[in-house]
T-cell receptor
Framework: QKEVEQDPGPLSVPEGAIVSLNCTYSNSAFQYFMWYRQYSRKGPELLMYTYSSGNKEDGRFTAQVDKSSKYISLFIRDSQPSDSATYLC??????????????FGQGTILTVHP | NAGVTQTPKFQVLKTGQSMTLQCAQDMNHEYMSWYRQDPGMGLRLIHYSVGAGITDQGEVPNGYNVSRSTTEDFPLRLLSAAPSQTSVYFCASCQVASGASSQFFGPGTRLTVL
């Protein structure tokens, strides 16, 4: 069983829809939770970063972490065609050099059509 | 700043050949790492380094070698290429002092082993 599970989709939504992306994990040592966006044939770029539990909002994006359920989510409001990309969740533990050792989900392919 | 740069962008090797993937960053980041990305697998950590002269293994280190002689550079060596090493390789770096896992990724090297 993978440490981080993410539904690969693909997910196709109309422009303006609310998108919900999710990951579950099994390692209770994970403390840092990230969402990366990856456009086709490009490197991942950090979208949202959260430490421990709670919510974080940045414009149209909201990240939620529920450590009791080992579940994280990314919500995209008013989705745009430019949001079409692969979204990867990533996590790491704290302490020592663990913070930089990211464990990724498989990635969800999102298409927002006009 | 150029950020994280990787060369080459594309490479085709024959089984048994060796090569070095180059990675450089100009952000004075202590932490650097190599990931490989395969379809349906997300990104998996190969090797990482927390500073010049210090390297360690990640999740999938077999068949790869690294060294870190300077802060800026972190090359990845394939000792004897195998078809199973066909993948997209990403180099990443982050600042230790920030205490955050906000890694910057390079554009990737697409490697095909025949």
């Amino acid at each position: 069983q993978k440490e981080v599970e993410q539904d690969p989709g693909p997910l196709s939504v109309p422009e303006g829809a609310i998108v919900s992306l999710n990951c579950t994990y099994s390692n209770s040592a994970f403390q840092y939770f990230m969402w990366y966006r990856q456009y086709s044939r490009k490197g991942p770029e950090l979208l949202m970063y959260t430490y421990s539990s709670g919510n974080k909002e940045d414009g149209r994006f909201t990240a939620q972490v529920d450590k009791s359920s080992k579940y994280i989510s990314l919500f995209i409001r008013d989705s745009q065609p430019s949001d079409s990309a692969t979204y990867l969740c990533a996590m790491s533990a704290s302490g020592g050099t663990s913070y930089g050792k990211l464990t990724f989900g498989q990635g969800t392919i999102l298409t927002v059509h006009p | 700043n150029a950020g994280v740069t990787q060369t080459p962008k594309f490479q085709v090797l024959k089984t048994g050949q060796s090569m070095t993937l180059q990675c450089a960053q100009d952000m004075n980041h202590e932490y650097m790492s190599w990931y490989r990305q395969d379809p349906g697998m997300g990104l998996r950590l190969i090797h990482y380094s927390v500073g010049a002269g210090i390297t360690d293994q990640g999740e999938v280190p077999n068949g790869y070698n690294v060294s870190r002689s300077t802060t800026e550079d972190f090359p990845l060596r394939l000792l004897s290429a195998a078809p199973s090493q066909t993948s997209v390789y990403f180099c990443a770096s982050c600042q230790v002092a920030s205490g955050a896992s906000s890694q910057f990724f390079g554009p990737g090297t697409r490697l095909t082993v025949l």
